[in-house]
């Protein structure tokens, strides 16, 4: 069973930037592809990142520019940098391990979330 924790949500004003990080249980995180997601209040569960084994990265198109994914194999980690952040990303964030090397698909293991909350 792989457990995913999420971490560095919090309240920041418009503007600001933060870092969300992902830890992964057990040996095999290198070989799937990571990815983050969000859910706003009343709203369906978005893809925002993901990162594929080699490395390579995809986003929606809201965040590109903006947000950067990145994974430390040593470390089990995913982790997504973001900044210039807007009302809009507020969100709980939810880390996910794809089924694949790649993003694509659904995935199947799902952290806890951790909120992210941007003041205007």
Known sequence: QVQLVESGGGLVQAGGSLRLSCAASGRTFSTYA?????QAPGEERDFVAGIGRSGSSTYTDSVKGR????????????????????????????????????????????GQGT????SS
Do not use: H
Not at 76 to 94: C, F
Not at 115 to 118: G, I, K, R
């Open 34 to 38: 990571m990815g983050w997601f969000r």
């Open 67 to 110: 947000f950067t994914i990145s994974r430390d194999n040593a470390k089990n980690t995913v982790y997504l940098q973001m900044n210039s952040l807007k009302p809009e990303d507020t969100a709980v964030y939810y880390c996910a391990r794809y089924q694949y090397t790649f993003v694509g698909g659904t995935p199947n293991y799902w």
């Open 115 to 118: 909120q992210v909350t941007v």
